[in-house]
Structure formats: structure tokens, C-alpha cells
């Protein structure tokens, strides 16, 4: 089954409006021949309504948030809505970052819910899972990645997923300078794959793309994506830079 590759920048709490402008016109002058893969770029929300009006210049690069409410509009101080991300033309957004679990403390269920919202409106999901290096050590990759599976997409539909991307990333390998190895990767991915078949099926599963994420760099990327369940990137330091960015494309893209 032909998957085609998406990769996905993650600028975390990087690049005010102005440095997203910046970005966005060296990276488009960067992007001259055809695409093989889908591009997306996650910026703060402050930078969103300059990045989708920087790209929209019919090449095709979509805009996704890092984050959203898993409520609707109201009493919520310091919330953004999904409505109001879909009101400036962001198309995705990440759910479920290993950064908001752990720091911002939102569990299975809180990312189900943002999840559940997102869709209503029609975001595409760029669902985050991964486990730590304890939890790994212990043996427990598997049963880690199936839980956050399973109460992840509670509710979420096989045609949800046709929209959607599941981005693997071990926490131990983000932003430390550590890849998971391609055989780890593979091996993470694959176990992903036979969880949304047992959830939705083959049919679903063998489309759904999985995305690997941490520490990866122009240098690996060609290793990781040339495994049969790793379907493009999710990546965070080496986005920031708009050459280092395209590199990882370029590299792990199909000629
Ligand atoms: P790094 O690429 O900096 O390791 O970050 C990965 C990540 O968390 C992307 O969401």
C-alpha cells in the first residue's frame, strides 16, 4: 500500500510573527520543483494567521496549531477554540504532544476530548503517542503505546483517521540529540500499525499514516523513512531552520 510521506514541522514555543514570515519566504524560495511528500508547519497560535496568509501561494503547505480546546467558546481564559483555528485556515492540529502530557499534565482523556472537538470542526489530527525511557526499560513499550492508542481515538471514526496521522515519538528521543534507531522505529511503528488494525481494520490501518518523530536531522532521515511503517517525520529542533528543514524533506522524501 502506497503511503505518501508527511512531514510535519514543530516549532514549539519558537518564532514570533516576525520570524515566521521570515521563514516561511526562505523556505518557498527553497521549494522550486514538484513535491513528493506533504508539508505542514506547527507555530505558536500567535504566528498562525501570518503563516497561512505566507502560504498561500498554491504550493500546498498546510498550518496546524500545537495545540487546542477540548472546549467550545466561553469561560476559558487563556484557551483558543477550535472554531477560531479553522476560522483562519489552520488544517491540522497536534494532539497529544509528549510535552503536554508531562508538563501540562493532560492524560488520555483530556487528549480525547480535544481530539472529539478538533474533528467536529474537521482539523486533521496529528495525534502524538510515545513512551518514556522507564517505561521502555521496563518493558512496557508496548502496553504504553496501546493504552494511549485505545483511549486516545475513543470515539474518534475510521473515517476520522482517513484524515488524520499518528505521530510516533519516543520521549527519550526528543530533543536529545538520540534517534531511535531504524530498527526501533520500525519496530514501534509496525506495533502501532497492528493496534489500528485490531481497532479499524486493515483496510484503515494500511492507509494510516505514522509519523516518526525526535531528534530527527537531515543526516538520518533517509534511514528512518526508508522503513515500510515510517510515513514521514514530525520534527522539532531541526524545523526551525528553513534549510535544515527542506534538507530533511529532500532526503526523506521519494525521488
Ligand atoms: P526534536 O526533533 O527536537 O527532537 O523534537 C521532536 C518533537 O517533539 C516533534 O514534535
Redesign the pocket.
Known amino acids: 500500500m502506497y503511503r505518501r510521506p508527511i512531514f510535519?514541522a514543530?516549532w514549539?514555543m519558537n518564532k514570533g510573527p516576525s520570524d515566521t514570515e521570515a521563514f516561511a519566504k526562505s523556505f518557498l524560495n527553497k521549494l522550486t520543483g514538484r513535491q513528493t511528500s506533504d508539508i505542514v508547519i506547527?507555530a505558536p497560535f500567535i504566528s498562525l494567521a501570518v503563516l497561512t496568509e505566507a502560504l498561500r501561494d498554491g504550493r500546498g503547505i498546510e498550518v496546524a496549531a500545537q495545540n487546542c480546546s477540548q472546549f467550545d467558546d466561553g469561560a476559558y481564559t487563556g484557551e483558543i477554540s477550535v472554531k477560531m483555528l479553522r476560522e483562519i485556515l489552520v488544517r491540522h492540529v497536534?494532539i497529544g504532544?509528549?510535552?503536554r502530557r508531562s508538563i501540562f499534565g493532560e492524560t488520555n482523556a483530556i487528549i480525547n476530548a480535544k481530539m472529539i472537538k478538533a474533528r467536529q470542526v474537521g482539523l486533521k489530527l496529528i495525534f502524538?503517542i510515545g513512551e518514556t525511557l522507564e517505561e521502555r526499560n521496563a518493558g512496557k513499550l508496548e502496553s504504553i503505546l496501546r493504552s494511549q492508542i485505545t483511549e486516545g481515538l475513543e470515539g474518534i471514526t475510521a473515517h476520522d483517521l482517513e484524515d488524520s496521522v499518528i505521530?510516533y515519538?519516543p520521549v527519550w528521543?526528543?530533543?536529545?540529540?538520540v534517534t531511535a534507531s531504524a530498527e526501533q522505529a520500525q519496530e514501534a511503528h509496525a506495533f502501532v500499525r497492528s493496534v489500528i488494525t485490531d481497532l479499524y481494520g486493515a483496510e484503515v490501518s494500511g492507509k494510516l499514516r505514522i509519523q516518526y518523530?525526535?531528534?530527527?536531522?537531515p543526516n538520518n532521515a533517509a534511514e528512518l523513512m526508508a522503513c515500510p511503517d515510517i510515513d514521514g517525520a514530525?520534527?522539532?529542533?531541526?524545523?526551525l531552520d528553513a534549510q535544515s528543514f527542506y534538507d530533511i524533506i529532500q532526503n526523506g522524501s521519494p525521488s
Open positions: 510535519a514543530n514549539k506547527a497536534i504532544h509528549s510535552e502524538c505521530a515519538e528521543a526528543i530533543g536529545t540529540g518523530g525526535g531528534s530527527v536531522k514530525l520534527i522539532g529542533g531541526a524545523s
